[in-house]
Structure formats: C-alpha cells, structure tokens
C-alpha cells in the first residue's frame, strides 16, 4: 500500500504540467502535502484549477506516476533562486601556474613556493613547471627532478601531488591540488598539541 509519509524529489529540469500531463490514472498530491489518492489526470486537472494552482508531474516513473497540486511558477522561481545562491557560493578553483629553471638561486625560489602556497591556500591548483631551457640541460635531468623535489616538499603542507611529475617536451612538470582546508587546521591543531605536551 503507498504509504502516507512518502516523500518525492521534483527534479529540477522542466516538468509537465496541466494540459501536457496525459496519464491515464495519477496519484496525486495536494498543495499541503496530503495525499488525495489515485484519479484520472483530468480529474486531478479539475481539481488544481479550482484551487488556482498547476498540476506538476513529479515523479513520472511511479506507478501510478505521481502528481502534486502547485503553485508551479513559484517552485521555478525559488529553484532559480537557490540555484544562482549555491553558484555565488561556490568558488570556481583555478589553474595557477609557477615556472622555474634549473639554475634558480634560492630568493627564487622561496619567492616562487611561496607563491605557490599563496594560490593553494585561496583553493586553486597549481601547476609547476621546471624549464629545461637547453639541451644539454636535458641530459642533467635529475637536476629537474632534484628541483621539483624540494618545491613538493616545501608545499607539502598546503598541497598534494595530483599525479607524478613528467617530462613533457622541455618541461619537467606536476600539477598540485589543495589540501582540504579542514584537515589543514586539524593537523596545525594536533601540531600544537604534540608540542604543549613536549
């Protein structure tokens, strides 16, 4: 038997309403979330039209497919509005990039990796790119994986290899992805605490 408290999800893309909704038999909701039973969809028609609202098929692989009595261009309107809310919410993360070669002195190089930290920290990836600017530079290429080295460690607390550094072309590259924020604080605050208990 179909249960009082059963709830239905209204997808969000367009449903069929009012004269597009030509089932034979639906079950139908009312406009308080009581269920009114199972009718002809005209019948159900009938009844939102008295009451000034649509008829919206929600859930049309039910059996019987389900309908609700509605104020449908409210529901599409507070859908649209919570839709633009969650997009202004969620910051879209970028693709930084950080470059290096091999012959970088050390101001550089902090210089750059803090850099890199910075854009992990605002929830962007980065891309670290070592340059092999000669040829014969290719032939040290150990000094490249030397470097990319000591940049992975020295944003390791900020950052995680995606995937192993490779060599593309003349450039020994990895892509990091931002720790997330929560594990950060965690384990600055665990850090904390092993060092009160020191």
């Keep these: 038997m179909f249960s009082e408290r059963r709830c239905f999800t209204i997808s969000t893309k367009e449903q069929l309403i009012n004269e597009e909704i030509n089932e034979k038999e639906v079950r139908v909701i009312g406009a308080d979330n009581e269920q009114l039973g199972i009718m002809s969809s005209a019948q159900a028609l009938d009844m939102a039209i008295e009451a000034d609202l649509d008829l919206v098929l929600i859930a049309p692989s039910a059996t019987p497919p389900v309908c609700r009595i509605m104020d449908y261009g409210k529901f599409r309107f507070e859908q649209s509005k919570k ?102 604080k965690k384990a600055k605050k665990d850090a904390d605490k092993t060092a009160e208990t020191k």
């Design 83 to 184: 839709e633009k809310e969650s997009k202004k919410n969620q910051k879209q993360a970028e693709l930084k990039e950080i470059q290096m070669s091999l012959n970088i002195d050390t101001n550089d190089f902090n210089t750059k990796a803090n850099q890199a930290i910075k854009f992990l920290k605002n929830g962007d990836k980065v891309r670290i790119k070592v340059r092999y600017r000669r040829a014969r530079e290719l032939s040290h290429a150990n000094l490249g994986e030397e470097l990319m080295q000591r940049v992975l460690e020295a944003v390791s607390e900020y950052g995680a290899c995606e995937k192993p550094a490779k060599l593309e072309g003349k450039n020994y590259m990895a892509v990091v992805a931002p720790k997330a924020a929560a594990g950060g």
